[in-house]
Nanobody
Framework: EVQLVESGGGLVQAGGSLTLSCSTS????????IGWFRQAPGKEREGVSC????????AYADSVKGRFTIFSDNSKNTVYLRMNSLKPEDTAVYYC????????????????????WGRGTQVTVSS
């Protein structure tokens, strides 16, 4: 059974930092692109950052470039999202998703839906 479990969300002040974790199981980690997506109230879900596990290729949304970093620990089948300089507009539910077919630069656009999704973790940034 494929599982993606997010953790690390919470409440933080503007300018602060959080690190999200996506722990995975049930599939061959190295064969997948794994990404972070978010959805704020009343808005569509959007891609934040994706990583190709086999080659380390990454993609970022323009809104988070320079502030967020995606990385993986292949020994733990886990992908992380380090978020610095958080802004109130980063407030959203953050979801982890995985797909075996698409590269990060495509998956982040959500033109295609990843095969597997986690349940999400809430990030709230106060001003």
């Amino acid at each position: 059974e494929v599982q993606l479990v997010e953790s690390g969300g919470g409440l933080v002040q503007a300018g602060g930092s959080l690190t999200l974790s996506c722990s995975t199981s049930g599939f061959t980690f190295d064969d997948y692109t794994i990404g972070w997506f978010r959805q704020a109230p009343g808005k569509e879900r959007e891609g934040v950052s994706c990583i190709g596990i086999s080659d380390g290729e990454t993609a970022y949304a323009d809104s988070v470039k320079g502030r967020f970093t995606i990385f993986s620990d292949n020994s733990k089948n886990t992908v992380y999202l380090r978020m610095n300089s958080l802004k109130p507009e980063d407030t959203a539910v953050y979801y982890c998703a995985a797909d075996p077919q698409y590269q990060p630069s495509l998956l982040i656009r959500l033109w295609v839906s990843p095969n597997y999704w986690g349940r999400g973790t809430q990030v709230t940034v106060s001003s």
